[in-house]
């Protein structure tokens, strides 16, 4: 079974800052990693994935994350974020050997003038 | 459609009552899930479809909790004698189900459920 960590309910940070969203996760075998966002009155839509290959993977606004497999880790970061990045980031995980998606309890980024 | 689409948005019902919440998958996605979250929680799986078939209901919290998709596209989450504590929003998603490709899934808006 797999099973995720969000160390951070709420993360506070001002325009232009860099964050910073933990994500650990817990797994007997083989995983893919996930990142989702919700914006506020909008439904969960993927912001980057990891499946193989490159341990460092992208999104298209700005967004990176790591998958370090010795700290079991899969943290999401920006080096400088913009009012419109405020919603709830969810960290997924699902195993090689499963069609079933775990999410943690998400992170809620606020960004403020 | 172009999206997942889910009906009903909101649904308010009484204590004891019973619910049918559905989804409308994209079209010519095999899989299909159902998920619930909670306030101030991340969603939840209740239950995973491949085609037709239950592939996994293992996250079903109770028999008082049921999903048919008779036709492998639409699904009904069905919950019998509605509790308060079944208050939250039921999250549908597909997905072209290879699981040796690209793992995303869609996600509808949700349905609210409250239960009064």
């Known amino acids: 079974a797999q099973s995720v960590t969000q160390l951070d309910s709420q993360v506070p940070v001002f325009e232009e800052a860099p964050v910073e969203l933990r994500c650990n996760y817990s797994s007997s075998v083989s995983v893919y990693l996930f990142w989702y966002v919700q914006y506020p009155n909008q439904g969960l839509q993927l912001l980057l994935k990891?499946?193989?290959?490159?341990?460092l993977v992208e999104s298209i606004n700005g967004f990176e994350a790591e998958f370090n497999k010795s700290q079991t880790s899969f943290h999401l970061r920006k080096p400088s974020v913009h009012i419109s990045d405020t919603a709830e980031y969810f960290c997924a995980v699902r195993g090689y050997n499963t069609d079933k998606l775990i999410f943690g309890t998400g992170t809620r980024l606020q960004v403020f003038p | 459609g172009a999206g997942v689409s889910q009906t009903p948005s909101n649904k308010v019902t009484e204590k004891g009552k019973y619910v049918e919440l559905r989804c409308d998958p994209i079209s010519g996605h095999t899989a299909l899930y159902w998920y619930r979250q909670s306030l101030g929680q991340g969603p939840e799986f209740l239950i995973y479809f491949q085609g037709t078939g239950a592939a996994d209901d293992s996250g079903l919290p109770n028999d008082r909790f049921f999903a048919v998709r008779p036709e492998g596209s639409v699904s009904t989450l069905k919950i019998q004698r509605t509790e308060r504590g079944d208050s939250a929003v039921y999250l549908c998603?597909?997905?072209?189900?290879?699981?040796?490709?690209?793992?995303?899934?869609?996600f509808g808006e949700g349905s609210r459920l409250t239960v009064l």
């Open positions: 990891y499946l193989s290959g490159s341990t």
């Open positions: 998603a597909s997905s072209l189900g290879n699981r040796a490709g690209t793992g995303e899934l869609f």
